[in-house]
């Protein structure tokens, strides 16, 4: 018997494969079997073909290897690649034959053969990097480089499942192709792509594991998001888990548990004084919803436990949040607990790279690149397409874009498509998760049919819409549109969704909206929810339509209400010529004017003049037709309707809401032709309060002018008067006191009385009335004793504010020992004290000035001087003891040319003995300089305020006990 040669040895091995694997052929199935089933034929069959008819080595290596060419050249890329099955029987054949192929032909020494290239021709296996972790993939076992490999784009390379650990430390800029073919470049593969940090996520449980613990551990990193984001996420979920979504009656869809898990995960890490926080009925269903949800007793096809219906809960919870929104918006995880889940999911991040690196190296990993079909690839191996399951559905899915678009041609395979679908949640996932040029395609060709059996109505449509991205909100609006019958059908579908869904509805269906709305009611629905950026779209769908949908002015104006200027010009433009028709009241009138712009109420106003005699009958309708009306417009209606204006019936509850309404000028006119009427209506000094808060400034000053008559009728006592002020600006407080001033000092004939009325205002209320009287301050005030019980009452901002306008306040001071330290103990800050020595130094500046000439420069100097410097000091430019030397000297300066000018020596005495009052360093320094040497620091003190510094000596040393 002859010697079996080694190459027979290893064709009888190939053949002895081949009839093992023949007996284990994949049975029928879906379609990623029925592909593997024509696989395994037809490359049993082939090979078989191959070996039986070559025996010489070299020659069947020959031929083998032109056949794995070929065959990669079919299956590259797709789910029969060696990295999708690499543990299969089939791989493991052509893994053989790979390796007798490379061993049998002797390859050049700049190119030798190694069975990883004979096996996938086009792929690159040189590293380019010089790492232990990246060996060139020939020194690697073939069957370890297709478990722990992907295949990358356009099959020209491999990437290794270990580098996605180095991935997650890199910008997209950084990932760098490892085994990039530097003898064919190509910028398209020299960095790795999205779609193949994707595949490499999707290999096996580890990966899976280190993106999901990488997304939550950035996820830790960013805002937490408050509590009102969660329960509208929650909210959200319910809506789509409920029956108006994938529910059935009382039981919810299979996503409501993972909803409220999802929930519990957030608000369980909430501590307990945000918790305390929560609003109760907020709390309540919170509360409810997480009981409900962990104990199966009380959820057990809970017809008759109707609490558990997802709907009522869910109503019952956006029932309670809304009115709580700010305070919801406000609650969320404590900056201590957001960093200890950071901590936590960093470490979970840090331990599944570990995990995914040690089952690498302990050779323990295994992973399925995950890969899709070609229609060629099909085709070739007798398939029939069909979608009889799940599986095929999401095999079918994985074919290109021009692919599917003409499968989808056939009525058949679209049928099958929709059959899949048995719910609307299982639509909802589908949606989720194909890419949005499939998503288009696939809707186009069978969106209408899937909308007739999942969506039959709106509601349908909302619920399938609501976790829906924008992009994908508009392709199902775009062939499922046809749900939505009218604005009723749209506003409900609006206000459902979210800002950014909203928008894309809007523009997905703007063709239809002129259809869709017939009424200025539904189009108000419609526009409401919606926000300025989204508003243009509806608005631009409709404008053509404006006249025949509003037929009112209440609708008119409410339509305005949600415009922009811009487009409230269009809207006016197009129903200008209707408005006179569509108006028929007074009341009609001003509301259709009030979101009108100036010019656009004058062209209004011009149209309707002549009719709005005939609706102005009431004072209620007078008032309603000025309210809007521009000035000049206000006083051309006053002339049309001149006749009417005695014969109007004044009332109380709304005399002041007509005065309100005019401007100025014709307010002139109606109180002037009224005012027998209008002003006895005002009975008190309340009625006359409230009257003047409802007014502007200038439209008080026209009220007290036509009321100043009657002012004591009103105001019978100082009480009354600060009643009627209290509450004004201080610019109507002076308007009114100065108007009837005349008539107010006979209320206040004692200073007891005007310090009661002083009470009822503020301070810059009462600078107002100091500011109106004026120097006859001083016939209230006339001495010290005055001013003591005035101020009795008094707060120190009020008192500073008088004293600033106090005239000739230092004049009052005629005891400077005993009132000094008085006046001064009334003010318990440094800030009020300040004030209130600055006071007397200006008011000494007033009587200086006027002693002297005006005509005198010198002088004018002088006090030009002593000004600046007591400002300086005041603002805190100078120090104590420099006001002091710079006025001295200043004095000093001037006192040969006013010799003999006794009244101005004496009051730039009393000057220099201000200076004392100002503090205990500038005080003792000169006490001391006197006693010791008998001579004051300040020498002008000696002629002729000697005997007031005598006096002022005991005072400070008292005060200051040096």
Partial sequence: MPTISLISTSAQDFLQQINHLKESVPAEGDLSKRLLRGCYKRVLS??????????????????????????????????????????????????????????????????????????????????LVDDKDYPSLNELALQEVLRTHILGKEGSYLVPVRQLIDLQEKPKNEWYNTYYDYKTPSKETALLSPEDYEQLGNHSSYTKALIEAKAQYELSLKEQGSLLYHLRELSSKLYFNSVLGVGIEENAGTGTYDAIIQFNDYYSKLDEVSKEKIPPAVKQEIDLLLT????????????????????????????????????????????????????????????CQKELKNAIEEKKYQGIDKRGLTLELVKTLNVDIAISSAADLQEIVKLSCDELDGLFKEEALQKQFVGQFDSLETLVLFIHQTPIPKLKLLLDACGKSLGNKLTPGPGDLAALLISLDAERVSLVISVMGDKIKDEYDFANLINILSPEQDLAACKAIKEKLPEIIKSAFGLRRILEPLSLEQRPVVFEAVKEKFPEIIKTAYEFKSTLEYLSSEQRAILFEAMKEKLPEIIKTAYEFKSTLEYLSSEQRAILFETMKEKLPEIIKTTGEFDSAFQFLPSEQQIVLLDIIKDKIPQLELKKFNYKFLLQSLSPEALVVVCETTKDRWVGLIADADEFRILLNELSSEQCR??????????????????????????????KCRIVFETVKDQTFELFDTVTKFSRFLQY?????????????GEEIGYLVKNINHLFQLFAEMNEPKMVSF?????????????????????????????????????????????????????????????????????????????????????????????????????????????????????????????????????????FFKVPGEVDADKLKDIVTKEFKP
């Fill in 761 to 773: 205002l503020s301070p810059e209320q009462c600078q107002s009335v100091y500011e109106v009287i």
């Fill in 702 to 731: 026209i009220v007290c002018n036509h009321i100043k008559n009657k002012f004591r009728d009103i105001i019978q006592d100082n009480e009354d008067l600060g009643l009627v002020l209290r509450g004004l600006s201080p610019d």
């Fill in 803 to 939: 004293l600033a306008t106090l005239p000739h306040f230092h004049r009052l001071i005629i005891n400077v020992k005993q009132d000094f330290p008085i006046i001064d103990k009334l003010f318990e800050t440094n800030e009020c004290k300040k004030q209130f020595h600055q006071a007397y130094f200006k008011s000494l500046l007033v009587d200086i000035k006027a002693s002297g000439s005006s005509q005198d420069e010198a002088f004018d100097g002088l006090c030009k001087r002593l000004e600046d410097e007591a400002t300086a000091y005041f603002t805190g430019q100078t120090d104590i003891g420099a006001f002091k030397d710079s006025c001295q000297s200043t004095i000093e300066e001037a006192k040969a040319h006013l010799r003999g000018q006794e009244p101005v020596l004496n009051l730039l005495g009393k000057w220099m003995l201000a200076i004392f009052t100002l503090g205990a360093a500038v005080a003792y320094s000169s006490l001391n300089t006197k006693i010791q040497t008998g001579e004051w620091t300040c020498n």
């Fill in 46 to 127: 082939d090979l078989e073909g191959i070996i039986t008819v070559e025996a010489e080595p070299a020659k069947l290596a020959s031929q083998l290897k032109g056949y794995l060419s070929a065959h990669w050249a079919l299956i590259k890329g797709t789910s029969l690649s060696y990295t999708a099955l690499p543990e299969d029987g089939l791989t493991g054949l052509l893994v053989d034959v790979a390796s007798f192929v490379a061993e049998t032909i002797e390859g050049s020494e700049d190119e030798p053969l190694y069975p990883l290239t004979v096996l996938m021709p086009t792929v690159a296996v040189e590293s």
């Fill in 292 to 351: 409900l949800s962990s104990d199966s007793t009380k959820n057990i096809k809970a017809t008759s436990q109707i609490e558990t219906c997802i709907k009522i809960r869910r109503e019952s919870l956006v029932a309670a949040i809304t009115p709580q929104e700010q305070v919801l918006s406000e609650i969320g995880l404590t900056e201590e607990t957001a960093k200890t889940l950071a901590a936590e999911k960093k470490a979970q991040f840090i331990s």
